[in-house]
């Protein structure tokens, strides 16, 4: 089985937790990916491409910003499961166009182009994002911008390494996976209660429908790479995107905001 198979079949694998119980994105969750020093704060006549849409948590916090359209793009979900996770969008957000193609982001073809294309937590489970990224540049406006948020090697080693490790048991679990997480998240919480740690004490922060969904993605990812600093920057030189700002979300993130070299 190829990376790329595996990660988008893992992520498939999500739905297990059923489309209606999974919660929405909230503004304070939306806030750790650090956008709102990078974008306006309403994205009215812009068209955006949502790359890896996937649970749509974070289409349904992108529509409430009023833009033009939204594209969402997803290999690991169909359209019938884009319409239940977006029905009730429509009534809530009607000034907003939405559509779907399910096709990994290096096979997209559309038409036009788009002024505001965001990976959030998406490249880092792409096993080739060189390709991914030469490709959706071509769907760029010229003076458009891509937003990414990629993992980060500044969890540490040992984090990677346990999340490896842990990361490893979960593929062979199948049905499983859900109590897993559970075992997980009771895990944690007793973790939370002997010692400090920022990466414990976020997820105990949220609510348990939020943790669990959060472990679950975690856990559940077929591939994961980690970027420094210097990665970023040779990914960007790679792809002759010019990177405007690249902002710290705490030890796990970065946000990265890049445009399309001036000749």
């Known amino acids: 089985m190829n990376r790329q198979f595996r990660s988008t079949k893992s992520f498939a694998s999500q739905h297990v937790l059923e489309i209606s119980k999974i919660p929405k994105l909230s503004a304070e969750d939306f806030a750790t990916y650090k956008l709102d020093?990078?974008?306006p704060p309403r994205?009215?006549?812009l068209n955006?491409?949502?790359v890896g849409c996937g649970t749509c948590r974070v289409t349904r916090h992108l529509a409430s910003l009023q833009p033009k359209s939204i594209h969402c793009i997803d290999p690991a979900i169909t359209p019938d499961q884009f319409r239940a996770l977006t029905e009730d969008f429509n009534n809530d957000l009607s000034f907003t166009k939405f559509s779907?193609?399910?096709?990994?982001?290096?096979?997209f073809h559309g038409e036009g182009c788009f002024d505001l294309i965001l990976l959030l937590g998406v490249l880092h489970h792409i096993p080739n994002p060189n390709k991914t990224l030469r490709h959706l540049s071509q769907f760029l406006a010229d003076d458009g911008r891509i937003v990414l948020w990629l993992?980060?090697?500044?969890i540490?080693?040992?984090s990677m390494f346990s999340l490896k490790i842990l990361r490893f048991i979960f593929r062979f679990l199948g049905p499983l996976k859900i109590k897993f997480t559970y075992l997980i998240y009771g895990a944690l919480r007793q973790a939370h209660h002997f010692r400090n740690s920022s990466v414990i004490d976020e997820i105990m922060n949220k609510t348990r429908e939020e943790a669990i969904l959060v472990l679950f993605?975690?856990?559940n990812a077929g591939y994961a790479k980690y970027y420094s600093e210097k990665d970023i920057l040779k990914l960007a030189e790679l792809n002759s995107l010019h990177i405007i700002k690249i902002l710290r979300t705490g030890n796990k993130g970065w946000t990265v905001l890049m445009s399309k070299k001036i000749s």
């Open 37 to 39: 020093g990078l974008l």
């Open 43 to 45: 994205l009215s006549g």
């Open 48 to 50: 955006l491409l949502d």
């Open 100 to 107: 779907f193609t399910q096709t990994i982001a290096s096979e």
């Open 151 to 154: 993992y980060s090697k500044d």
């Open 156 to 158: 540490g080693v040992i």
């Open 217 to 219: 993605d975690q856990l």
